[in-house]
């Protein structure tokens, strides 16, 4: 069993993950708030306590693998794992393998994030795969009929646009995000659920009509992870494939392809390969 960490900039999810089955999945999968202030040893504290809450020795762990989209955090909490694991984790980016081909102007700009939901994709469905990670911000991208990742776009998340909405108007509240009970909706809350739900659905629903355009054919398959993927994407004109696992389970893939690779600390090389 490994333990898959990825660090976003709302929250951490950590998953359970064993590595010895063809298929992974990632359980338990746990989740705690990202907090750019704590130390090494704050963050090994909370990590080993909210494993132990689930009864999961952090000794019983073959090895680590960290994605980071924070990267004043990346080192810290790496750190972290090192003490409650005694395991120095793999660190998303260039140096791993992971099958995947970058077809981007810069390759060493991708986020570790979107690497490991690509990874996933390309193992787990049909191609092309049109990807929705829905967290702070919502990211669409595409793993094309090879396999190659080759871009996509970023927009603000639900969590940032609602509170815009309550922040710049004296009369409208910050709301929980959360569909309204009707479509066109008869009251101010509602109108609001409906602007968010239907607003983030319309978009993603619309950029995915763009994606097929410019790849000349529909996608074989759209999935969609990350907190609000689930409260958004039924609301898609698209049939969408909700996995909240997707992410945690490319970074088990990408741990098996490095399985007994030793690495420096926070080692990086060259960002300009095609590959990681």
């Not at 108007?169 to 609001?192: E, F, G, W, Y």
């Not at 992870?225 to 898609?236: A, D, F, L, N, Q």
């Not at 997707?246 to 590959?275: C, M, P, T, Y």
């Amino acid at each position: 069993m490994i333990l898959a960490i990825d660090t976003g900039n709302t929250h951490t999810v950590l998953g359970c993950i064993d590595v010895s089955k063809k298929r992974l999945s990632a359980a338990p999968v746990l989740r705690m708030r990202t907090d750019r202030a704590q130390t090494e040893t704050e963050y090994a504290v909370r990590i080993r306590q909210i494993l132990e809450l689930y009864g999961i020795d952090a000794g019983a762990f073959e090895g680590a693998i960290l994605a980071s989209v924070v990267p004043e955090l990346t080192g810290v909490l790496a750190e972290a794992v090192r003490l409650i694991t005694g395991a120095q984790p793999l660190i998303v980016g260039p140096g791993l393998k992971t099958g995947l081909k970058i077809e981007l102007d810069d390759p060493g700009t991708i986020a570790a994030d979107l690497v490991a939901t690509a990874v996933a994709a390309k193992e787990e469905y049909p191609l092309p795969c049109v990807v929705i990670d829905m967290g702070t911000a919502t990211t669409i991208t595409v793993v094309n009929e090879k396999g190659a990742y080759i871009g996509g776009s970023i927009l603000p998340g639900a969590g940032i646009s609602m509170k815009a909405l309550a922040r710049e108007t004296a009369l409208l509240p910050a709301i929980d995000i959360v569909p309204p009970k009707k479509t066109i909706a008869s009251n101010t809350i509602d109108a609001m659920k409906a602007g968010i739900v239907f607003g983030q659905a319309g978009a993603i629903d619309g950029t995915i009509d763009r994606f097929a355009a410019a790849l000349g054919r529909e996608p074989a398959s759209i999935v969609t992870t990350g907190g609000m993927g689930s409260v958004i994407c039924p609301h898609c004109m698209h049939e969408i494939t909700i996995d909240d696992t997707l992410l945690l389970k490319g970074l088990g893939i990408i741990w098996k392809k490095n399985a007994g690779k030793k690495i420096s600390k926070f080692s990086n090389v060259d960002k300009n390969q095609r590959e990681i």
